[in-house]
């Protein structure tokens, strides 16, 4: 890299990097309160909160560099026309190319990172992320441990945990189990815990009673125990009963998806449109750059015409990130429809890049240099 190149690159870089994690700040603050009832409800620790939530991250990444290239871009390049900078290289004979080149590499550095996330630590991150959000929702130990709330744990049994100890002890247990309509009961007792192996739990009581009443004679029955285990069965909700969604799927599952016996036949396009998302979304951090890059340093650097283009290439950009949604639900409907996601991702690149490599007029020929860089 000579010297104009290195100089711009260390701006656009150092601006990419601020732009980026302020958006994924905002991004990650907004979802991040989604998941503050684990917190209240489910008695998830601050670590765990705060772990289930980064697992987030690559899913926000994938969208937010694109544009936080693109925002960085139009911001450096309309300061360096602003500045005049522009305007010295271009008369000291700098190319088109050389110009649009610290934009470029960063471009192509962001398209890297962008199959990197796409194609690994994605569908990686966001398969922890669900298993774990799985877990934590039909777990007993975060679901039942509820201080001071009945809560049904299965269709026809309730629970209450008056407190809850910091050494997972249960104190002021309440169960009532109506499985057998014909002859229900409640348990009590003054402490316990929760135990779970091999995929069953039990709540294990002492110093309790255990109240039923004869539906025929209607005689209240008292039975007090020292020590009482109550088997809540299987533990619902595993993780081999999850159905998987396509982005925590790899690219190798996804290619065989046709043969996975777990995804029903109506759904096949949308794990097939994924291939194709993830290997095209990468793509746009390149031809967002392009379209900056064209509306930007091509032609005279005219104040004047700075805002208008600016605001072309902001309508530019956001028309192409709204088409993406859309040819999403359209191409897993309809799998022939597939080339045009890559006719969307590559074909603005081309003719921005076409666009920007035509040979700029610097002055009409009727005016000097000097009138030229001074006007505007």
């Given at each position: 890299m000579n010297g104009f190149t290195r100089y711009v690159f260390r701006q656009l870089f150092v601006g990419m990097v601020m732009v980026t994690a302020g958006l994924t700040c905002i991004i990650w603050l907004s979802q991040s309160l989604r998941f503050v009832e684990l917190i209240v409800n489910r008695g998830v620790g601050a670590g765990t909160f705060l772990y289930l939530t980064m697992l987030m991250l690559p899913n926000f990444l994938t969208v937010i560099l694109p544009i936080a290239l693109f925002c960085v871009v139009v911001f450096i390049y309309a300061k360096m026309i602003t500045d005049r900078e522009l305007v010295v290289m271009r008369a000291a004979g700098v190319s088109q190319y050389a110009l649009a080149k610290p934009a470029l590499v960063l471009a192509l550095v962001t398209v890297g990172i962008g199959y990197l996330l796409n194609l690994y630590l994605l569908p990686n991150s966001y398969r922890l992320f669900r298993e774990m959000q799985w877990d934590i929702r039909y777990n007993y130990s975060h679901v039942l441990l509820r201080e001071g709330a009945f809560t049904n744990v299965a269709p026809d049994i309730t629970l209450y945990v008056r407190e809850r100890t910091k050494d997972g002890q249960l104190r002021g247990i309440l169960v009532h189990d109506q499985r057998s309509k014909e002859t229900p009961y409640t348990l009590m007792a003054a402490h316990g815990a929760l135990v779970e192996s091999d995929?069953?739990?039990?709540?294990?009581?002492?110093?309790?009673?255990?109240?039923?009443?004869?539906?025929?004679?209607?005689?209240?029955?008292?039975?007090?125990?020292?020590?009482?285990?109550?088997?809540?069965?299987?533990?619902?909700?595993?993780?081999?009963?999850?159905?998987?969604?396509?982005?925590?799927?790899?690219?190798?599952?996804?290619?065989?998806?046709?043969?996975?016996?777990?995804?029903?036949?109506?759904?096949?396009?949308?794990?097939?449109?994924?291939?194709?998302?993830?290997?095209?979304?990468?793509?746009?951090?390149?031809?967002?750059t392009l379209v900056a890059l064209a509306s930007l340093i091509t032609g005279s650097f005219s104040r004047r015409m700075q805002t208008k283009r600016i605001l072309v290439s902001i309508f530019v950009m956001v028309a192409l990130q709204a088409t993406v949604l859309g040819l999403e639900n359209i191409t897993a409907k309809n799998l022939a429809l597939i080339p045009l996601m890559y006719v969307h991702a590559i074909l603005p690149g081309i003719v921005a890049f076409w666009y920007m490599m035509k040979q700029p007029q610097l002055w009409p020929k009727s005016s000097s240099p000097q009138m030229a860089f001074g006007s505007g």
């Open positions: 995929g069953s739990t039990r709540v294990v009581m002492y110093k309790g009673n255990r109240q039923s009443v004869d539906p025929k004679t209607n005689n209240l029955s008292i039975l007090y125990f020292d020590r009482y285990s109550f088997d809540l069965g299987k533990r619902g909700g595993g993780n081999d009963d999850r159905h998987r969604e396509p982005r925590e799927r790899s690219m190798d599952e996804l290619f065989d998806i046709e043969t996975a016996t777990d995804v029903p036949k109506q759904d096949i396009g949308k794990y097939v449109m994924e291939i194709h998302k993830r290997l095209t979304s990468p793509l746009l951090a390149l031809s967002f």
